[in-house]
T-cell receptor, first 115, second 112 residues
Framework: AQSVTQLGSHVSVSEGALVLLRCNYSSSVPPYLFWYVQYPNQGLQLLLKYTSAATLVKGINGFEAEFKKSETSFHLTKPSAHMSDAAEYFCAVGSRMNRDDKIIFGKGTRLHILP | EADIYQTPRYLVIGTGKKITLECSQTMGHDKMYWYQQDPGMELHLIHYSYGVNSTEKGDLSSESTVSRIRTEHFPLTLESARPSHTSQYLC???????????FGPGTRLTVL
């Protein structure tokens, strides 16, 4: 069984400050891990994905995430927030073991950027 | 950019009408999904398909139905829309189960 928990439904950071969105997962098999971003009235767009290669994964728009197996975490970071980063962010866990598996989404974190 | 399309983008209809939300993808993916999402809220999987003639109900019970007659097409139908069906509906597809899903832009449905 798999699950994902996003800590904090809302996160506010000042423009130019570090962005840190937290995600912890549970998986009985080696996981795939994903971060998606959703802007208002749009679908989800993949930011980055971990598939068992490098533990530090770089994505689009300056975001990166680090897979930490010992902590079962996959936190999303960006060194300097921009106003355009304001959006909803979803962490998700999948599996590379079963081709019929679905991916499980967290409940989302709304990122607010303060001027 | 993912080639997955949803129409209409916005739909406002009256109670009792029958509607079909269209979803098409040009990536040849076998697996397709429908999610329901209230504004600013989490995603709820309502239907999925592993391929042609395969449809399954998701984790959230829904009065909608789906069909998969062609690989690229996965329409969702509501026989009699009600205000409780007001929501955003997102379609997605993937090449492999458990792997990345590609999302369409969504259909925002309002039932008056």
């Amino acid at each position: 069984a798999q699950s994902v928990t996003q800590l904090g439904s809302h996160v506010s950071v000042s423009e130019g400050a570090l962005v840190l969105l937290r995600c912890n997962y549970s998986s009985s098999v080696p996981p795939y891990l994903f971060w998606y971003v959703q802007y208002p009235n749009q679908g989800l767009q993949l930011l980055l994905k971990y598939t068992s290669a490098a533990t530090l994964v770089k994505g689009i728009n300056g975001f990166e995430a680090e897979f930490k197996k010992s902590e079962t975490s996959f936190h999303l970071t960006k060194p300097s927030a921009h106003m355009s980063d304001a959006a909803e962010y979803f962490c998700a866990v999948g599996s590379r073991m079963n081709r019929d598996d679905k991916i499980i989404f967290g409940k989302g974190t709304r990122l607010h950027i303060l001027p | 950019e993912a080639d997955i399309y949803q129409t209409p983008r916005y739909l406002v209809i009256g109670t009792g009408k029958k509607i079909t939300l269209e979803c098409s993808q040009t990536m040849g993916h076998d697996k397709m999904y429908w999610y329901q999402q209230d504004p600013g809220m989490e995603l709820h999987l309502i239907h999925y398909s592993y391929g042609v003639n395969s449809t399954e109900k998701g984790d959230l019970s829904s009065e909608s139905t789906v069909s998969r007659i062609r690989t690229e097409h996965f329409p969702l139908t509501l026989e009699s829309a009600r205000p409780s069906h007001t929501s955003q509906y997102l379609c997605a597809s993937s090449d492999r189960g458990g792997d990345e899903q590609f999302f369409g832009p969504g259909t925002r449905l309002t039932v008056l």
